[in-house]
């Protein structure tokens, strides 16, 4: 393969796993920019939506590379799959923004954030338990296409896998600027007491900011599955720390700065793992978030909100 | 369950306190010592030994976590720094050619010759044991230090992300670097310790007394840390950072030596750690330790000393003994009712979700751990509570406060000061002087930029244009901490006192920078060191006795559970207490009662007759009458008016600000003896 066609090959697959990032990403943003509270439990959510789109399409009847499916029961066998796992994950969010973060609303400290690290924990744990320390091959219900351009071979897995990002980040985009629950979200973001004087229920926003993060991580886990063609208890420990950079790079709190530092994480990914050495892919990364954070804490875009101390 | 207790410990009430501890750690020690004598099993010494190296790692987090308020989530990298400096210097991981420049390493018996595989002799590490202890914690102090110094300036949260990454990164370097350290296989033959000639082979009894003697070492270096200069400073910072920094503490180096000492506890531990098992491999040290060793101090109690030991031995032993004998039992009572699933039931690998658990049920219900760190004080008896109020100052004679006060030379010199905060300006070029020995007020709305002047001045905000000069010295761009220690003291408009530590606690933390003790004298508390914490107790309560009998009864009582006049109190005694030859008073008496803020102004006023000058910020204008020399008028930005108090408060400008230009011929005659908020 010549250089030309190596940098494109390496472009679509960042692409798709920077997709994978920024949905990710989109998550930690959303709650760190209500909360300041860093979500450790996301890395975990995004596990289990993994499993959760395994056992959808298992459901349907699919398993490993032997079912392909076109035309419309392949749309909707993909729809249905997209649905359940990101409801399935938002609820799961929601869940633990309920049962474990709520009490501890309002108490200074590190007491959030250790509780979401045994959040995580408990998610990891019980996959690991239940499900078993092997990687599971997960179902791939698209047909082969693929197209080569230049060089580079583009599969349809991964146009799949960019037409969804975009709709969905193009959904929490307008969601989050034009609905009402939005704009009190934004309000919150900035200063969650006023919000509440002027009549925001901010218990709901909160909630909904779960829901939607969580739900984005289970998408993000779908995606792995496609993507990989395995999913496994691991997975969410790198892709997390990954798409929490990600977060950082466009400014923590920043919606549009999460997406596309998704993306750039991806392409990092990518580059780094073809022209360096991909067993240093991690280190790379996370120089760059030290770098970022030393240097220019509000990342490329800066921060929507203010800081709140 | 309370009355079992206390019926247990009814026989032992008449015994004083401090000898209870006495005898409590003697039975402990006694044990701890015995056990490997009454208890001849190898495997549950080994358990124990385990047991005591998580118990030393978990000290050494408590020292970052719970002493610090830095959430480190990736400790576990310095343990590994430790394992693989002992690891690699002792065993024939690296095998360089021999040549002259290792004879003098030989004659030290850190090296020896051996024959090498193709020809000529080659270097066989041998490192001891004993050596590599104090070493590796060297090696990994260092790399906190070299890890801490980009990062540490970072917000808590992002720290913690950060070293979870460094935690991940080091077992990646310690994978891929396969020259150094044999890669993912790990290292083999790592030469067990020796004493007086005797190896200590694969008897897990040696290692045990190894174990409990370096646990009781952290235990004590822990202890004398936490209650000298260093652990006050430590815990002042995860109080109040900006507080901590305005009463004389340099942030970033204390952080960083708390840092360093954590890492150095897991640097020895690691050592311990590799002898002991005779290999290291990457996955010993992964996150999963580092969320053991968490899970360790949060159950036995963020920041108790006690804590992070007993947290230590219960997790690991839960672990290692509870959860096999649970298991067992359960699979017998499966057998014994013919369940198949009882039977086969095994709960070991369940140990990280019951560590999740923990995590999750003691943030929610019991965030001070088993053995809380802060013990609530007992409640003032009646007659303290309600004691006739004595309001101090009488015979008092506070040599080293104010001191000689040379009337006419001015101790600030504020010039030409500029704050922007964006388009805003908070200050316009603000000129004011202090003389030495006057009490100064500055007075203006809110927004004025008062707040932001004290700001500047004691370097918590830098200026755009101007010149602060403190006695002869210029301090703009000077540290928070550095302006403290040239003395210059202040307190805040809302309260900032490190909560959880004691009225005493929080004004021995204002003498910061008068004392000397370093981290090495504080271990070891040569007789100087002595001698100067007694001497601070003193002066503190010496502080303390200016408010009369409102706070020396209170002492030893957590600031958090304070009246709110009290705390405003608790403030001006810490800033006191820092030997300051200017005092800054944020609105001190905001939120007092009439009697209250009349009792406070005569104590300033005592403060100014024992040659103090002071530079105040306050509201109530009767108080400022009482009290001020010179009145400043500040209004967006701009000194309006400068005179005696009762110049500015006939001056018409000042009269606008406040109430507005219609207003004003209206209340011109009534507004000297009104409050003004």
Redesign the interface.
Known sequence: MSFSSLLLQQTINGLSLGAMYALLALGFTLIYGILELINFSHFNVFMVGSFIAMWTLQSFGLSGQSIILTGLPLVGVLLAAFAVTMLASGTLGVVIERVSLRPLRGITGPAAMITTIGVSYILFNIILVTVGADAKNFPNPLPPMRWHVDGAVLELREVLIWVVSLVLMAGLWLFVQKSRLGKAMRATAQDPEAARMMGVDVDRVIMTAFFLGSALAGAGGLIFGLYYNFTSFIIGFTAGLRAFTAAVLGGIGNVPGAMVGGILIGLIEAYGGQFIATEWADVIIFSILVLVLVFRPAGLFGRLAPSKS | MPSVAAAVARPFAAIPEARRKQMGLLLLAAAALLFPLYHNNDADIDSMANAAAYASLALGLNIV?GFT?L?D?GYAAFFAIGAYVYGILSSFQLQPDWSSFWVPFQYLGLVAQMPGESSGFVVHFTLSFWLALPLAALVAAGCGIAFGA??L??????L???T???G??VP??V??WASLTNGAAGLNGVAAPQLFGHSFGVNATPYYYVAILLVGFLVFVSIRLRDSRIGRAWMAIREDEIAAGAMGVNRTRFKLLAFATGAAFAGATGVLYVAKLQTATPDMFG?PVS?MI?VMI?FGGIGSVWGAVAGAFFLQLLQSWWLEDLTGWLNSLGRLVGSRWLAHIDLV??I??I??????FM??YR?QGLIPAYRPPSALSFEQQHAVVQRGFGELNLPGLGGSARPGVTALGVRGVTVKFGGLVALNGVTLEVPEGAVVAVIGPNGSGKSTLFNVITGLVPADAGSIRFHDDEILGLHDYQILAKGIARTFQNIRLFPNLTVLQNVLVGQHARLRTGALSAVIRPPGTRREEREADAWAMEILAIFGNRLVPRAGQAVSGLSYANRRRTEIARALASRPRLLLLDEPTAGMNPAETLELAEQIKGLKGLGLTVLLIEHKLDVVTTLADTVYVLDHGDVIAKGTPAEVRRNEDVLRAYLGRNAQAAAAGEVGTEHVA
């Open positions: 976590v308020g959430l989530l980009p990062t300036r970072l917000k808590g949260d992002y913690a992300i950060v979870l990454g460094f991940e990164i990646i370097v994978r891929n996150f969320v968490l949060v690998p369940s990280e979700l560590f999740g658990f923990i995590l999750v943030m929610l965030r």
